[in-house]
């Protein structure tokens, strides 16, 4: 059963314009959630990180949103940028005593379109 | 430099022999994570480990092993019971999940059994 979902296999958006990037979850254990976007052959870089005690989190061209009634993140990207084009992860960190994981999502590949 | 090693970058195997995948950090992280990545599957969480000398099985751990010795080092081995071992292995690290940190990921292990 997936924990974190991202249900967008791909998004493509013309350079410029705003990338919105979602991901759902189910665990309201989870109190951590971040963005990493990731190339072939390589291993993810980490983009941007909110609490679950916010609702937004802004570092430069990119944003996080969190509803945590719906359960809902998103990452928006604005404006898109060539270099944006790659698989961009959800992931999701709940805290306890014995447990400390780190669940991410499938990813979604974003194209920026010239 | 501070960062997560991993080692080496393309590895090839006979089916049915063992393999070890190594990872280090000097990053002085508490927590050590494993996760392996197929087309279409996102991240996937095999093992993981808070404190030295304790480690936890993940989503996928049948058919895998590791150890954690040292607080820098958390080695994975692929062996001969895992159905599917070809695959791109990341090793990745982080602060105890406490202090609401990112992990760091390396750069991955490409795994081709034969």
């Known amino acids: 059963d997936q924990q974190v979902k991202q249900n967008s296999p791909s998004l493509s958006v013309q350079e410029g314009r705003i990338s919105i990037l979602n991901c759902d979850y189910t665990?309201?254990?989870?109190?951590?959630f971040l963005w990493y976007k990731k190339y072939p052959a390589e291993g993810p870089t980490f983009l941007i990180s909110?609490?679950?005690?916010?609702d937004k989190n802004e570092d430069g061209r990119f944003t996080v949103f969190l509803n945590k009634s719906a359960k809902h993140l998103s990452l928006h990207i604005v404006p898109s940028q060539p270099g944006d084009s790659a698989v961009y992860f959800c992931?999701?960190?709940?805290?306890?005593?014995?447990?400390?994981?780190?669940?991410f999502g499938k990813g979604t590949r974003l194209h920026i379109l010239p | 430099d501070g960062g997560i090693t991993q080692s080496p970058k393309y590895l090839f195997r006979k089916e049915g022999q063992n393999v070890t995948l190594s990872c280090e950090q000097n990053?002085?992280?508490?927590?050590m994570y494993w996760y392996r990545q197929d087309p279409g599957q996102g991240l996937r969480l095999i093992y993981y480990?808070?404190?030295?000398?304790?480690?936890q099985k993940g989503d996928i751990a049948e058919g895998y092993s590791v150890s954690r010795e040292k607080k820098e080092s958390f080695p994975l081995t692929v062996t001969s019971a895992q159905k599917n071992p070809t695959a791109f292995y990341l090793c990745?690290?982080?602060?105890?999940?406490?202090?609401?940190?990112?992990?760091?990921f390396g750069q991955g292990t490409r795994l081709t059994v034969v």
């Open positions: 480990s808070q404190i030295v000398n304790d480690f």
């Open positions: 909110i609490s679950s005690i916010k």
């Open positions: 990745a690290s982080s602060w105890s999940a406490s202090m609401n940190t990112e992990a760091f």
């Open positions: 992931a999701a960190r709940a805290w306890s005593n014995r447990d400390d994981k780190i669940i």
């Open positions: 990053l002085n992280h508490d927590a």
């Open positions: 665990n309201s254990m989870f109190d951590y």
